[in-house]
């Protein structure tokens, strides 16, 4: 494909359920990174996976959320037991390397009842 | 704390109007700077970048920065904007050391031009 693509665009959720939203990046793009998009809290860092290391997670709010990627492509976001403060929009991007362009899609908008 | 900062979090201006919109970062050491800009219901796109070079950048839709190593900044400008300027901007940096890969972002500016 042509950018990177994420899904589903809209997710509404109860407190509590779990949630997993996907990535799919720019085919050849060794970084893939995770953001979340907030009112309050503007952009922030989560997650990256930079090729076969070892993910940099220090951006992750909470142990309810994970993130995994397979196969060096897809990635997920996993978010156990939501709560209210998790709704957001939650951002991918990728990139040919960790000091190169990040190319975003166009996010999925977490809502938690 | 090391951060972004970019001046103005909402400005308005008429069509035909000059923009500077300003960024400074407090990184010590070599950075990636980078402007995002997100028009409604869109998503991120980026307007320009530096890494190295040239300070004066030019980017797309007739936007350009220059870095400034001595302030730290990396102020954004447009000479003469339209009414589909209208958007949201976004600072951002990658320190190249200890951060990799980490886009740092501003809190970002709200333009709105008037026809």
């Known amino acids: 494909g042509a950018g990177v693509s994420q899904s589903p665009s809209n997710k509404v959720t109860e407190k509590g359920k779990d949630v997993e939203l996907r990535c799919d990046p720019i085919?050849?793009?060794?970084?893939l990174y995770w953001y979340r998009q907030s009112l309050g809290q503007g952009l922030e860092f989560l997650i990256y996976?930079?090729?076969?290391?070892?993910?940099?997670k220090s951006g992750l709010p909470s142990d309810r959320f994970s993130a995994e990627r397979t196969g060096g492509s897809v990635s997920t976001l996993t978010i156990q037991r939501t709560q209210q403060e998790d709704s957001a929009v939650y951002l991918c991007?990728?990139?040919?390397?960790?000091?190169?362009?990040?190319?975003f899609g166009p996010g999925t908008r977490l809502t938690v009842l | 704390a090391q951060s972004v900062s970019q001046h103005n979090h909402h400005v308005i201006l008429s069509e035909a109007a000059s923009l500077e919109l300003g960024c400074n970062y407090s990184?010590?050491?070599?950075?990636?700077l980078f402007w995002y800009v997100q028009y409604p219901g869109q998503h991120l796109q980026l307007l320009l970048k530096?890494?190295?070079?040239?300070?004066l950048v030019k980017g797309i839709k007739g936007f350009e920065a220059e870095f400034i190593k001595s302030k730290f900044s990396f102020n954004l400008r447009k000479p003469s904007v339209q009414w589909s300027d209208t958007a949201e901007y976004f600072c951002?940096?990658?320190?190249?050391?200890?951060?990799?890969?980490?886009?740092?972002f501003g809190a970002g500016t709200q333009v709105v031009v008037t026809p």
């Open positions: 991007a990728s990139s040919r390397s960790v000091l190169d362009t990040q190319y």
């Open positions: 085919s050849g793009h060794t970084a």
């Open positions: 996976f930079q090729g076969n290391s070892a993910p940099d």
């Open positions: 990184y010590g050491g070599t950075v990636n």
């Open positions: 530096y890494f190295s070079g040239d300070p």
């Open positions: 951002a940096v990658i320190p190249r050391g200890g951060s990799w890969g980490k886009l740092q």
